[in-house]
């Protein structure tokens, strides 16, 4: 027997005979468990927890969405803003710079902000999917800006993660990029000092936009 066979034997030994490993449950929860899209319960579930990642969320009427972004523009001091092409032309008080054709990393960070709207929402955890169809704009147009302005359309809203994947299997099939948005763009270092700002904008503002 060689050094090596004694060493192991020996490891063998002092473990012992191999743990019964456990049964691991496989009920996963699906797509639909929680009820449908843009249910009045998954839009406030929605709302709650996009305010816990400290972003404001603003819930508004669809007539009042123009009024609704001047005045978020205005809170954030916002004169210049992106929006992906397709995007309304103008807006009261408010400069819009269209990107098309594609503006540059340096022009983005020279705008008070973007605005977009989004795939989907997640009401579970409060995410927003971007991914990167003509709502949502490419991935540049929401990380470099310091301020992201986003529409959610209440009916897009789904309640759980399971429901979201389920949705986006189309842009996914397609090469798609998808972007998954919690709150602000934030990270802590090892004495839990957070900092925001670090990978995307450190101002996200949501405006969730119902009625029809």
Known sequence: MSARDTVLARVRAALGPAPEVPEVPRGYREAGALGEAGTEAAVARFCERVAEYRATVTRVQRGRLADAVSEACGRHGAQRIAVPPGAP????GVELVVDEPPLSARDLDALDGVLTGCALAIAETGTLV??????????????????????????????????????LSRAASEGRPLTFVSGPSATSDIELDRVEGVHGPRTLDVIVLTGT
């Open 130 to 167: 971007l991914d990167g169809g003509a709502r949502s704009g490419r991935r540049a147009l929401t990380l470099v800006p310091d301020l992201h302005l986003c529409v959610v359309e209440a009916g897009t809203i789904v309640p759980s993660v399971p429901d979201a994947v389920a949705a």
């Open 89 to 92: 032309p103008e807006l009261p």
